[in-house]
C-alpha cells in the first residue's frame, strides 16, 4: 500500500485548488485534476480526468495517484461515500476554506507528489477536485509566493505588499474604481487579473495613465471561533450576523475554552484582533468601530486612538 500524509489544507493552499493561469499551473508542476460526484444517493464515484502537464504524468505518477485515490476510497475514509466525505467535513472545522463558502481541503503528499483535495459535501454538487502537482515544484513556489507581492512605484520604491491572491483597487483617472486579484509570481513579476506585469512596467503604466491603486484589505474571516462572555462557552460567529452559532464544544473550563479557541482560529488563520472584532459585531453590529480589527493590538486588547492612525 501507497504510504502519504493527510491534512487539512492551510489558507495558502486553497487557491491552488482551482484554475491557474498556464504560468502558474507550469511553475508549480500541475498534472491535471480529477473531478468527480457520488451521485444522488452518495455511493457512486463517477470522475473524469483533465490533463495539463501530459509530460510529466508518468507511468509512476498514474500507478501512484490510483493506489491513493483508492485509499481513499476505502471504508471509512473520506471518499468511501457522501456520508462519510460529510463527517470528516463537519468534523474537521480547520479544513473549512476560510474564503470559499461550502469548501473545505485537504493535501495528501507522497515523496514526490501533492494532491490537493477540495470537497463539498453538497448533494446535486461534484463533491471532488483533486489537483495533482509535482511536490517539490509546488512547495517551491508557494515558500516564494509567502514573501508577497511587491507593488513599487516607477522609481522601484517599494509601496506596499499584498499576500498571494490577495487584491488591489485601481482609482483609473476617469473616477471609476477596479478590484483586481493579484498572484504571485516571481519577485520582479505579478499576474494583475488576467494581466501578466513586471512589477516596474505596472507601475510605470498606471502613472502614465494618471492611475492610483491601494491595496485590498480582507479585514474579516467568513467565520471564526470565541467565548461568550459571562459563561465562557464556546461559540461561532459569522462575518455581517448578529449573535452566534453553538458548536457543542466542550470545556472544563475558561482556561481550557480559550486554548482550544486559540487552536481552531489557528488553523482558520484567524488573528486574536479579528476574533475581537467578529464578537463585538456579532453583539453590536458590524458597523461599529469595535468590529475593526485594525482597532486591536496583536492580543486582542482594544488600541488608544493614537496607535490606531485615526487620532485628530
Not at 36 to 50: P, Y
Request: glycine residues 8%.
Amino acid at each position: 500500500m501507497i504510504d502519504y500524509e493527510k491534512r487539512a489544507m492551510i489558507e495558502a493552499e486553497d487557491k491552488y485548488t482551482f484554475r491557474q493561469s498556464s504560468q502558474i499551473s507550469s511553475q508549480t508542476g500541475l498534472i491535471g485534476y480529477l473531478r468527480a460526484d457520488m451521485d444522488t444517493d452518495g455511493n457512486g464515484f463517477f470522475s473524469s480526468w483533465n490533463d495539463y502537464r501530459k509530460d510529466l504524468k508518468t507511468d509512476e505518477f498514474k500507478q501512484e495517484f490510483d493506489e491513493v485515490i483508492n485509499s481513499l476510497r476505502e471504508e471509512g475514509d473520506i471518499l468511501h461515500n457522501r456520508k462519510d466525505l460529510a463527517y470528516y467535513c463537519y468534523t474537521n472545522p480547520q479544513s473549512k476554506m476560510p474564503t470559499e463558502q461550502d469548501y473545505y481541503g485537504v493535501r495528501v503528499d507522497t515523496d514526490k507528489y501533492t494532491y490537493l483535495l477540495r470537497l463539498n459535501p453538497n448533494k446535486g454538487e461534484y463533491n471532488l477536485y483533486c489537483y495533482c502537482y509535482v511536490k517539490d515544484w509546488l512547495n517551491g513556489h508557494m515558500k516564494d509566493a509567502a514573501k508577497g507581492i511587491r507593488f513599487i512605484n516607477s522609481h522601484y520604491k517599494e509601496l506596499f505588499r499584498i499576500p498571494d491572491g490577495g487584491k488591489i483597487k485601481i482609482h483609473l483617472a476617469w473616477n471609476e474604481d477596479q478590484v483586481r486579484t493579484c498572484r504571485y509570481i516571481d519577485d520582479y513579476h505579478v499576474e494583475v487579473g488576467d494581466n501578466l506585469y513586471h512589477i516596474c512596467e505596472f507601475a510605470e503604466r498606471m502613472e502614465q495613465n494618471g492611475h492610483t491603486y491601494e491595496p485590498v484589505r480582507t479585514e474579516l474571516p467568513e467565520q471564526c471561533y470565541s467565548i461568550l462572555p459571562g459563561s465562557g462557552e464556546i461559540i461561532v460567529v459569522k462575518r455581517n450576523e448578529k449573535g452566534y452559532y453553538n458548536p457543542h464544544i466542550p470545556a472544563a473550563s475558561k482556561e481550557q475554552a480559550r486554548e482550544i479557541v486559540d487552536e481552531y482560529n489557528g488553523k482558520l488563520g484567524v488573528t486574536r484582533a479579528q476574533e475581537e472584532a467578529m464578537r463585538t459585531g456579532s453583539m453590536f453590529g458590524f458597523h461599529v468601530p469595535g468590529a475593526d480589527p485594525k482597532n486591536y493590538d496583536k492580543d486582542g486588547k482594544p488600541l488608544p486612538p493614537k496607535d490606531r492612525g485615526d487620532a485628530r
